[in-house]
């Protein structure tokens, strides 16, 4: 597709739950972005890959996020054991260099109840 | 360390007023570039404008005009007779791009709401 793809648009998650969210980036775009963007807020930023590998995942939260690119395109944000405070709307963005803008999805909504 | 401050949270103008969106960053590299995003109601972040730390000219787009000052670390973004559309929450970006151990990201400030009413 020409854009970026976030899938799903909506998840709705028992608390302890896993949950995988995916981002299909614009292709050819070798800088992909996660973030998450509770109501009211900026984006904050979660992981920054650069081709396959985590170019600084400082912004994780904590070890119950983990993310991977293994082929350089689509990518996974993985959430283990859910909680409530992980409730938000999970950004991806991709961009081909870093003088480049960067193009969002529409993101993926979590809840978790 | 990369930072992006936006301090206005939320502006209410009446139609037709201008209305300057102020951003200040930090950054410790020579290379970088700024950005402006708007978020409407329906969430989907759009690009509006890129600028690269060694290009201060002023840049104008219809309503939209940008002073970019080096000397104060400043950003700033107004729009020039409002209208209703233009409501929306407005963010402003930094990457760096010096190789100083976070070359790539991009970093965002809080937003700055912006209200316009009829």
């Known amino acids: 597709g020409a854009g970026v793809s976030q899938t799903p648009s909506n998840k709705v998650t028992e608390k302890g739950k896993y949950v995988e969210l995916r981002c299909d980036p614009i292709?050819?775009?070798?800088?992909l972005y996660w973030y998450r963007q509770s109501l009211g807020q900026g984006p904050e930023f979660l992981i920054y890959f650069q081709g396959t590998g985590a170019a600084d995942d400082s912004g994780l939260p904590n070890d119950r996020f983990f993310a991977v690119r293994p082929e350089g395109s689509v990518s996974t944000l993985k959430i283990q054991r859910t909680e409530r405070g992980d409730s938000a709307v999970y950004l991806c963005a991709s961009r081909a260099r870093v003088d480049t803008e960067a193009f969002f999805g529409q993101g993926t909504r979590l809840t978790v109840v | 360390a990369q930072k992006v401050t936006q301090a206005q949270t939320e502006i209410s103008v009446v139609e037709k007023e201008d209305v300057t969106l102020d951003c200040v960053y930090e950054?410790?590299?020579?290379?970088?570039?700024l950005f402006w995003y708007k978020q409407p109601p329906s969430g989907e972040l759009v690009f509006l404008i890129r600028?690269?730390?060694?290009?201060?000219q002023n840049e104008i787009s219809g309503r939209y005009s940008w002073n970019f000052q080096k000397s104060t670390s400043s950003f700033n973004f107004t729009i020039t007779a409002s209208q209703v559309v233009d409501s929306a929450v407005y963010f402003c970006a930094l990457s760096e791009a010096g190789g100083g151990g976070s070359q790539g990201n991009l970093i965002f400030g809080k937003g700055t709401k912006l209200s316009v009413k009829p």
């Open positions: 950054t410790r590299d020579t290379t970088y570039y």
């Open positions: 600028r690269n730390s060694f290009d201060e």
């Open positions: 292709s050819g775009h070798t800088a």
